[in-house]
T-cell receptor, first 117, second 114 residues
Framework: AQTVTQSQPEMSVQEAETVTLSCTYD???????LFWYKQPPSRQMILVIR??????QNATENRFSVNFQKAAKSFSLKISDSQLGDAAMYFC??????????????FGKGTHLIIQP | DSGVTQTPKHLITATGQRVTLRCSPR?????VYWYQQSLDQGLQFLIQ???????AKGNILERFSAQQFPDLHSELNLSSLELGDSALYFC?????????????FGNGTRLTVT
């Protein structure tokens, strides 16, 4: 079974600084997708960024970027120029490829990100 | 706004009771997923439907069941409720069954079992 591990239960960063959230996963599959979701206090799950395992290039979305190390099975999220609105729980998630998406996302336990003004 | 609608937002009920949670997916999305979020278990995948058919099952208890109707809305039925079933239940939808289709989540239903 696939597992996703987020080793940092909580992280704190000063506003405008850069922070990196860690995620490792365990899988024997070669075709899969990785995601970062954000859950603010409103509790809605919001997709931040996604990465296809077959792509070597790291995904970026504005201030959010990932460092995808396939061999190490590592998928960290970097948030640049942190803003107060970035404060939330961040979940790393894995999804097996192929099979028509017939499987749900496997989530990590989450990292609570605190932004210090 | 994700476009996924879940009702009700909050539900308080007693042990042994049965409740139904409802989800309307985003327009055009054929897949619906149900997740349970609790403090101790985190986010757990329960079940997926695709165009009315069950597609995948996760950690769903036998006391729980779901279905997706012809209009693509879905319902999650929870019966013989226990205190431990108190959690946030999310519905998510995606365009097709493709693994790279992002899931769009509703705001969840907060279930409290007393």
């Amino acid at each position: 079974a696939q597992t996703v591990t987020q080793s940092q239960p909580e992280m704190s960063v000063q506003e405008a600084e850069t922070v990196t959230l860690s995620c490792t996963y365990d899988t024997s599959e070669s075709d899969y997708y990785l995601f970062w979701y954000k859950q603010p206090p409103s509790r809605q799950m919001i997709l931040v960024i996604r990465q296809e395992a077959y792509k070597q290039q790291n995904a970026t979305e504005n201030r959010f970027s990932v460092n995808f190390q396939k061999a190490a099975k590592s998928f960290s999220l970097k948030i640049s120029d942190s803003q107060l609105g970035d404060a939330a729980m961040y979940f790393c998630a894995y999804r097996i490829g192929g099979g028509g998406g017939a499987d749900g996302l496997t989530f990590g336990k989450g990292t609570h990100l605190i932004i210090q003004p | 706004d994700s476009g996924v609608t879940q009702t009700p937002k909050h539900l308080i009920t007693a042990t042994g009771q049965r409740v139904t949670l409802r989800c309307s997916p985003r327009s055009g999305d054929l897949s619906v997923y149900w997740y349970q979020q609790s403090l101790d278990q985190g986010l757990q995948f329960l079940i997926q439907y695709y165009n009315g058919e069950e597609r995948a099952k996760g950690n769903i208890l036998e006391r729980f069941s779901a279905q997706q109707f012809p209009d693509l809305h879905s319902e999650l039925n929870l019966s013989s409720l226990e205190l431990g079933d108190s959690a946030l239940y999310f519905c998510a939808s995606s365009m097709g069954g493709l693994a790279n289709s992002p899931l769009h989540f509703g705001n969840g239903t907060r279930l409290t079992v007393t």
